[in-house]
């Protein structure tokens, strides 16, 4: 079955910069999107960014564009998120999501939809101290 694990979160000073990670397994991920959301105490759940595995397209929220970058690595099925000037409010547990009918369409109204995505980790404490 469709694994996706993830990995790197933490506690970070304001300024700072984390690398979380996705590990997945269980099938071909060639025509996913593969999606990182956050979710904040008492805030819905929201995508930062994504990636067409196939092409490498990218989406990126406007709250962390220049900050944030998603990168996929096909050798080791895994899909990074590097996080640079960390905010406070960046505080979250951050999630990968990954979905067929995302990756197929890219469609950005698929794309930042939470509801969209089939498959979930089981998500990555993200704390920013200020």
């Known amino acids: 079955q469709v694994q996706l694990v993830e990995s790197g979160g933490g506690l970070v000073q304001a300024g700072g910069s984390l690398r979380l990670s996705c590990a997945a397994s269980?099938?071909?991920?060639?025509?996913?999107?593969m999606g990182w959301f956050r979710q904040a105490p008492g805030k819905e759940r929201e995508c930062v960014a994504a990636?067409?595995?196939?092409?490498?397209?990218?989406y990126y929220a406007e709250s962390v564009k220049g900050r944030f970058t998603i990168s996929r690595d096909n050798a080791k099925n895994t899909v990074y998120l590097q996080m640079n000037s960390l905010k406070p409010e960046d505080t979250a547990v951050y999630y990968c999501?990954?979905?067929?009918?995302?990756?197929?369409?890219?469609?950005?109204?698929?794309?930042?939809?939470?509801?969209?995505?089939?498959?979930w980790g089981q998500g990555t404490q993200v704390t920013v101290s200020s």
């Open positions: 269980g099938r071909t991920f060639s025509n996913y999107a």
């Open positions: 999501a990954a979905d067929l009918l995302v990756g197929s369409t890219w469609s950005v109204t698929l794309i930042r939809n939470r509801y969209a995505y089939t498959y």
């Open positions: 990636i067409q595995w196939s092409t490498s397209s990218t």
